[in-house]
């Protein structure tokens, strides 16, 4: 991996760390439900699937939408740990 690669790597960490910190606190402050959450998530997961890429090779589009649509899933998931980890402490 070159520097630059690093470089993109870290900072696309840290965007995703704090974009789930983010999304849990959301969830949190406003009390979301269980159920909510999940439709939200179906949600945001449904939009990841439609996204295009106009400007990619068409091969490469779906590979693209399935990895964006794969990263909105392990960021849901990321804030969904965070949020159940936060009202287990908070319940005992």
Known sequence: MTEKEL?????LAAIEHVLGHTLARLHLLL???????????RQMEGASVATTFP?????QADKFAKQVQENVERLNAAARDIVAMRRSKLLS
């Open 7 to 11: 470089e993109l790597e870290a900072r």
């Open 31 to 41: 009390g979301t439900p269980e159920e909510q959450m999940n439709a939200i998530e």
């Open 55 to 59: 400007t990619v090779d068409p091969n």
